[in-house]
């Protein structure tokens, strides 16, 4: 028989996959002798088969739990629903993957009518049993039964307004027997039934909520956010209740081993005395820094200080707990590696190694690729922050710089940033409910909270800058307004904020770019010394070029000609040769190009220092050069500029037309139809060469690429006419230099053929972007408007185009590898879509034995990182 349920003592932190994250820490805590509340973890292997059994709990898992349940009674010599004196329990999610407020918790379970008056019997305290009961019934409906939370919320205030309560706490046990009533009729009104009092259905209730909350919409969006599989499941642990409501030596809080903002050697937390559950994080009262737990409970202060020295060697790494402390006893609730602002992680895995806790490599493996984008991304200026007009300023929650326009709902947020407007996501307190419009936004800005409230963690998380608790602003979300200091700001009114300070500002202020140094520049190296896979980057400009160099790539694997081409000086010869009649025309027209392109290409050598350089062929259609039918102005002033009528320039946009162009006359077609294209590229790629090698003594190594290939004779078509034209120009100068020539894998076509390409090719590169397109037959251009429905219909989970489909997509990217080197050992193999800055699409193109991977600049070093930590996990699972 399957084992679906696990007593904490039978568990232990290696069991993620079955216990989910928080069950296998509730387990090892058990194991290492640390005072944890005992209960029993339902498995995610039971989540899953709930999902197979059509959504119902198996008669044999019911067994199970109930079978365990019993232990835990046994453990606490307690019975569940016993009127007199109850076991009480909570019912907690857990996945494998920490999934912070995306799954809701259940407190105090097995109350009843009855029940409740046992429990203010036995504790001679009425109060802290109806606090108790309001709670669970509160919870219970928002969990189980998706009653709105408002509705409770706003009786919990009624209540607290007519009896002159400033809060929660001043409420008396008669109070909370009015709460509970109203919370009971608000029960009734929705459901239609009376508010259940079994607490065996109460249970079961509760376990089937916390699976049906693997699959909620908020659930579903964090999970493609960070690339977590739904078919994982959640585990839920049923754990008995202890007390931090029971009066003024009773307490909750939470806590971290090290800053997770700054990542300093010192514990970090807040905790409420008199509390109870995420009372800390929902922002209810202004918590207490855990230091001053010093002088109102010293004892367990040293006992926690203890514990967490001991979780955090037993784990090697910093620790986020949660903690409640019920009658002078301190129970610790959870633990977990926690999450982590960037420049913590990066200073954090760097301690670590130093302190001699973890090895140079497994420092590697605990930052968070994705992570590193916001230490790469820019400051704000100095001399402009002290010129800049200062609003308000709050709690530091998560650093950076952002500016850009306020909005003040997740939905308007999250629109205006799909809009691609730089957008200030401003609220009184964030809810999980936001996760997309924070996730759109540059920033969030809040008005209450502390430094563990929902915003800051969810922002800490996602990298996002955050400034919360600024309490000067008096947000009105229904006129979209806020105020602070008699001033008022709207919607779209512009503002800029650090999360690093805090401060709130006017205006847009202007930012720095970073640098790769100190600890950054030291995990860098030991992720250096790990990988094997080489990390390029995508440039156009000498600019990006002397970007990427910067943050460590070692060449580049795209250069995309067509840029060049845009620019206002440029794009008039490009038009002439477009608007040519004859080879003649086109080429004067192409000479007037060559000047400008060898110019770029001379001074991306440069930049590059003798590291290789891959250029790709012109590949855009041609109509992308010509303005848009309706534009008659601009057609106008094209025609005057060159001489030509406006009908002229109609007729040639009517020529070009095509009713599919990302499958029409682009790419190594273009070279086809026009042969004196390639070999004006050519000559620009072989001409700079010559001069930069000639002039600068440096090495130049010129990768020539064609694009778009399908067919083995269309790349020695255009290479043909490279190696002609470079002969020519060999012959020319008197001198020769060696250069390569090989292909962009995008069509699905060339990787079905492609070890007789590779007869042909130098070097592969993978054009994931075109391939994935052309494989799933979607246009990349539009799939943004049906992806939505494939995600939340469970088609896809995750952006085919941001995350390389390795069944699909990946299988041919292997088959072409496999193939090509079949045909020729030596072939350079790389990837060089907007996938090669996935780091785990960098993982699949280390293990199918790629070469390198390009990407943009800024996503360099995460590509560095991950391409280490797919070398590192290698080597791990070897042994
Ligand atoms: P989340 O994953 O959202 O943090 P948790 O399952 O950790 O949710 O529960 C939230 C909080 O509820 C805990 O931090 C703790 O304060 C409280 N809690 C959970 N279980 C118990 C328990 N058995 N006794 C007392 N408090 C509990
Ligand atoms: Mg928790
Ligand atoms: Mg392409």
Known sequence: MTKYVYLFREGNASMKNTLGGKGANLAEMTNIGLPVPQGFTVSTEACTRYYADNKTVAPEIEAQIFTALAETEKEYGKKFGDLNDPLLVSVRSGARASMPGMMDTILNLGLNDVAVLGLARLTSNERFAYDSYRRFIQMFSDVVMEIDKQKFHHALEAVKTENGCKQDTDLTAENLKEVVRRYKEIYVNAMGTEFPQDPKTQLMEAIKAVFRS????????????????????????????????????????VAFTRNPSTGEKKLYGEYLMNAQGEDVVAGIRTPRPIDTMKDTLPEVYEQFVQIANTLESHYHDMQDMEFTIERGKLFMLQTRNGKRTAGAAVKIAVDLVEEGQLTEEEAVLKVEPKQLDTLLHPNFDTAALKAATLITSGLPASPGAAAGALYFTAADAAKAGKEGKAVILIREETTPEDIEGMDMARGILTARGGMTSHAAVVARGMGRPAVVGASALHIDEKSKSVTVNGKTYHEGDKVSMDGTSGNVYEGMVATVETAVTGDFAKLMSWADKARTLKVRTNAD?????????????????????????????????????????????????????????????????????????????????????????????????????????????????????????????????????????????????????????????????????????????????????????????????????????????EIPRACVVADKIAEEADFFSFGTNDLTQMTFGFSRDDAGKFLDSYYSGKILESDPFARLDQEGVGSLVKMAAEKGRSARSGLKLGICGEHGGDPSTIEFCHNIGLNYVSCSPFRVPIARLAAAQAAIKEKQAKK
């Open 214 to 253: 693997w699959d909620n919409d908020r659930a579903i969006y964090y999970r493609r956010m960070n690339d977590i599989p739904g078919d994982w499941g959640t585990a839920v642990n049923v754990q008995g209740m202890v007390f931090g409501n029971m009066g003024d030596d009773c307490g909750t809080g």
């Open 541 to 745: 400009t000498p600019r990006d070029t002397k970007q990427g160099v910067e943050f460590g790539a070692e060449g580049i694997g795209l250069c995309r000609t067509e840029h060049m081409f845009f620019e206002a000086s440029r794009v008039k010869a490009m038009r002439e040769m477009i608007l040519s009649d004859n080879a003649q025309q086109r080429k004067a027209a192409l000479a007037r190009i060559l000047p400008f392109q060898q110019k770029d290409f001379e001074e991306m050598y440069i930049a590059l220092e003798g590291r290789p350089m891959t250029v790709r062929y012109l590949d855009p259609p041609l109509h992308e050069f010509l303005p848009q039918l309706g534009m008659k102005d601009e057609i106008a002033a094209i025609a005057k500029e060159l001489g030509t009528t406006s009908e002229a320039i109609v007729a040639k946009i009517n020529d070009l037309h095509e009713f599919n162009p990302m499958m029409g006359h682009r790419g190594c077609r273009l070279a086809v139809t026009y042969p004196e294209i390639a070999e004006m590229q050519t000559r620009a790629v072989i001409q700079a060469a010559l001069k930069v090698r000639r002039e600068t003594g440096l090495d130049v190594k010129p990768e020539i690429m064609i694009p778009l290939v399908g067919t083995v004779k269309e790349l020695k078509f255009v290479k043909s006419i490279v190696l002609e034209t470079a002969e020519k120009i060999f012959a020319e100068q008197n001198e020769r230099i060696e250069f390569q020539v090989g292909t962009m894998i």
